[in-house]
C-alpha cells in the first residue's frame, strides 16, 4: 500500500484482491488466488461495518463507493475536499484542516450542516468515512468497545509494510497495512468518548427549552386571566366521567380545559410541547379542535378543574405560589395503563431527573421530586393522606397499602395541587 498527494491508495495486489472479494458478495470462501490477501482485505471491512460482514447490497455499494473514491485521485465532485492523511516516523494523523473538521462536526451534533462553511465540505467527508465504519449498527456505548475494537486491529494485523512518501516533507518510512484499521479504530474510540457528553448536552438542551416553553405558557395564563378576571382556563365546569379522558369531550378531559389556551391563540400548540416527549403534538393549528388526539401526545399536566374551589391565577396559599402546571404526570399514566404507581417518581420529559413547575405568580421552578411539603404534585389530598399513613407503616415494618388512582379524584381544597393527566 502506498501514499501520494496526501491520499491513500491500494496497492495492484490489495486492490485486485478487494475485487475479486466484492464480485463473489463478499464471500470469502468462494474467492480464488491469494488466501491471505483476501483474509487481511476482508478483515478490515469487518472491522469498519460491523462483528460480521454479509454481502448486502447497501454494504457492497458503500465499499465500492469508498474505493472508487480514493482510487481515482480525483475528488467525487468539483471543489469538494478530499480526506487528507499525513504520515510521519510516528505513523499516521489528520491534517491540520481535517482535524478542526471534525472537530466541528463533533460539537455540531454529527450534523455537518451545522459546521461552519468553510469546513463543512470537509466535514461532509468524514461522515461518509464515518457511515462506512458505522453503517447498518448504528453508534452506541460500549463498556467493551475498546477492548473489542483493540483485539479487532490485532487480529486483522500483518507484518506487511510498503514504501510511504510523506506529502510534505518527501521522506519515506514504513507504512503497515494495520494503520488503516488503526485510524478506523480512533475514530470510533472517539465517538464512544464523546457520546456520553453528547448525550448529556441533549438533556440539558432539552430542559433548557422546557424551561422556555413555561416562560411563553406563563404570559399566555396572565393573558387569558386578564381576559376572563383572573381565571384559569377551563373548557367545562362539571365532571363526566374519569378527567384523564383525553380526546373524548371537555367534561371528561382535564387536558381540554388547558387546551383553551392554543385554541383561543394565547399560546402555540407546539410552546405546549417538551422536547423530552418524543410523541407530543407540535402543530400549527386548532382549528375545529377542542382537546389534544391521545394522552401520549399531551406534555404538560393541568391543575384538575373540575373540584368545587379553583385557584385563580395571582393567587397564593399558606405557603406561597400554587403549583398549576407540570411536566407530564408518570403517576397518571400509570394509573391509566392499571398498573402500580409510585407516587414519588419524577416525570418521564426528562428522564426522571426532574420536572418544571409553573405556578400562578407566573415563575417556574425545577423540582428534583413531586413532593411539596406535605403536598404530592400527582395525588389528590386524599390519597396524600393514605401516602403519609403508609409511610408510617412502612417505618414500623408493616406492609403498606397499594395505591390506586380511578381518573375520578378531585382536589379536597383550592389550595391543593393536584395535576392531572
Known sequence: ???????????????????????????RS????????????HAVLALAAGPSVSPSPGLADRVLASVIRSSSGTPAATGTPKLAITHDVDGPELTPDDEEALDAYVMAGYRPEKVPSSLRQRAVQIEKIGSLLTGGMGVHQSADLAQRTLAAIGRAGSNRTATVVHPTTGRSGGFRFVDLVSIAAAVVLGVSVLWPVLATYRVHSSRAACAANMATVAGG??????DFRDALPMAAASLGGAWWDVGTTPERSNAANLFQLPRQQYVRPVDLACAGNPKADRGTSCSGRSDWTCH???????????GAERPQWGERSAVGPMVILVDKSPVIARARRGEIVNPFENSPNHAGAGQWALRTDGSAVWL????????????????????????????R?????????????LPVSRNETFVGP
Open 221 to 226: 395564563f396572565g393573558r387569558y386571566a386578564g
Open 397 to 409: 415494618g408493616t406492609p403498606a397499602h397499594q395505591i390506586r388512582i380511578n381518573g375520578n379524584e
Open 368 to 395: 428534583k421530586h413531586p413532593q411539596l411539603g406535605e403536598d404530592n404534585i400527582w395525588l389528590p389530598g386524599v390519597i396524600d393522606a393514605m401516602v403519609a399513613r403508609a409511610r408510617k407503616e412502612l417505618a
Open 296 to 306: 401520549e401526545s399531551v406534555s404538560y399536566s393541568y391543575h384538575v378543574m373540575f
Open 1 to 27: 500500500m502506498s501514499c501520494d498527494d496526501a491520499t491513500n491508495f491500494l496497492s495492484a495486489p490489495d486492490q485486485k484482491a478487494l475485487d475479486a472479494l466484492m464480485n463473489t458478495g463478499l464471500d
Open 30 to 41: 468462494a474467492s480464488t488466488g491469494d488466501r491471505a490477501r483476501f483474509e487481511r482485505v
